[in-house]
């Protein structure tokens, strides 16, 4: 069911024809688009983010997921013992604790779910304590599984119902047997009583360094085992390279990246950037973050431990001077407090990635109150078949409304000059290669190759400080559909 290989628009057109018809999905609940095809499901999320963005500002066709099965690096399952003795593993029915046996999900990563199916089979072989979540006794409760794409590592975490396991050593040996791909093995013990995956104590090692290594836009990132990071890693460069393009920075901004996580946006940004600091509450992932800045050698990047409402607040009293404000919240979105800090420290711009359209939408409406208008939304399919659907909002101080005066702001890029002097716009070079090719091409994609071939392009257009340094990838195929529109449209005689 995975597209094959070949070009990108026949990857795809093999993709958008895909569809999910897994039999346990009426239980289980994860995969709100289950038994529709991909281009059905991708039709409705775009739909959905218009129906409540496009009142703000344009929205830009949402970015297919070339790949939407298997995706997810991050999975998570319950064991039960049922009364035969047999132990089986699987998601919880939506809105219970009943677990839903699955043997492999169509839409985690393979690996995982074998090493999770195996786990199950080897505490029933072993006859290991399965918890009871009504008895609250028992030992093996739940597992975890994190994998790095780029660099094949794999994270097991075993979460135990209580603090003493009497076969921990000889489980541990027979799964490395097993599965000698995982790179650390962990456990941590879970004895509250929610939905909670980790307890809040120590996660313990019993192989390995602790945590996995994957790469994002070049950049390595220690994931440990509570850290977040994106769970769908070609997706997450995708992502966070729309959102670069979005910005347009100029080089020399400084930014603020509130709930940062362990900097995989903060240090993915950095090239692009003056200077940026990202704020983390959560010890875990801060100390993740400092580590990727010293792993990466990034000297622009910095980070901080604490609540990021307080420090906007905090930097506002000191009439600190911040260009841009990036904010990737929860699905429930910000608060209003943050929302109002941000009218305080009054940055140029806002970058807003959300992964709830419904709390963004009434996120822009507090930063509308704030000054603040939308400029351009850009959709983006991060989690294909579920109900989620990151979009990625530039917002820029358009209305003071303590002055009473409206600043209008306008790019040059925005104005269609091809009529005075031969050129096209980037939206119209884009909108060319989309109805020739079916390609998706960016702004920074176009300006990496006009210029590659030494087409006159503006100064500090979104290029990092090093030459050396990784950008957002153009491929072949796009490439060439972007020197194909510049001959179309007369922008290089040498083409």
């Known amino acids: ?295 990466n050698k990034i000297k622009n990047a910095h980070f901080v431990l604490g609540d990021a409402t307080q420090y906007m607040e905090d930097l506002a009293k000191k009439g600190a001077k911040i260009d841009c404000v990036i904010l990737d919240p929860t699905r429930a979105g910000t608060t209003v407090r943050f929302i109002k800090a941000c009218g305080k420290l009054k940055p140029a711009k806002i970058l807003y990635i959300s992964c709830c359209p419904e709390t963004l939408a009434r996120d822009l409406k507090g930063f509308r109150n704030q000054g603040y208008e939308a400029q351009l939304a850009k959709p983006v399919d991060m989690f294909p078949w579920t109900d989620k659907v990151e979009t990625i909002v530039v917002l820029s101080k358009g209305v003071d409304i303590s002055a009473g005066k409206v600043r209008v702001e306008f790019s040059v890029e925005d104005m269609d000059l091809s009529a005075a002097h031969g050129n096209a716009s980037y939206n119209k070079i884009k909108k060319y290669i989309y109805e020739k090719t079916g390609l998706q091409v960016s702004s920074l994609n176009i300006a990496q190759v006009k210029r590659k071939y030494g087409i006159i392009e503006r100064e500090n257009y979104n290029f990092p400080k090093s030459e050396n340094s990784r950008q957002p990838n153009c491929t072949p195929q796009k490439e060439k559909a972007i020197l194909d529109a510049l001959k179309f449209f007369g922008m290089n005689p040498q083409l």
Request: include cysteine; aromatic fraction near 8%; proline fraction near 2%.
């Open 1 to 295: 069911m995975k597209p094959g290989k070949g070009t990108e628009k026949s990857r795809i057109s093999a993709a958008i024809a895909m569809r999910n018809d897994c039999p346990v999905a009426g239980n289980c609940g994860g995969c709100s688009y289950a038994g529709r095809t991909y281009f059905e499901q991708v039709a409705a999320k775009e739909k959905r983010v218009r129906r409540l963005i496009s009142p703000f500002c344009d929205v830009e066709p949402i970015h297919l997921c070339e790949n939407p099965l298997y995706y997810r690096n991050k999975v998570h399952s319950a064991f039960k013992k049922l009364r035969n003795g047999r132990v089986i593993c699987g998601p919880y029915e939506a809105g219970s604790h009943r677990i839903v046996e699955v043997d492999s999900c169509l839409i985690e990563n393979q690996t995982a779910s074998a090493i999770i199916r195996d786990c199950a089979a080897l505490a029933e072989r072993l006859n290991i304590s399965i918890y009871d979540e009504v008895k609250s006794v028992g030992v093996l409760r739940r597992i975890l599984v994190r994998t790095a794409d780029a660099t094949g590592e794999i994270m097991v975490v075993l979460i135990l119902g209580c603090k003493y396991f009497k076969n921990r050593q000889i489980f541990a040996d027979e799964l490395l047997k097993l599965h000698p791909e995982i790179t650390t093995l962990l456990i941590n013990v879970n004895m509250r009583h929610d939905s909670m995956i980790l307890g809040s104590g120590e996660v313990k090692r019993i192989t390995g360094n602790g945590y996995i290594t994957d790469v994002i836009l070049g950049k390595k990132f220690r994931v440990s085992a509570d850290s977040f990071m994106q769970s769908n890693h070609d997706q997450a460069e995708i992502l966070y390279s729309e959102a670069i393009r979005l910005a347009e920075f100029k080089g020399d901004e400084v930014c603020i990246d509130t709930y940062c996580g362990t900097g995989s946006t903060t240090l993915s940004f950095a090239n692009y950037v003056g200077e940026i600091t990202g704020v983390e509450i959560k010890e875990a992932a801060y100390k993740d973050a400092l580590k990727n800045t010293v792993i």
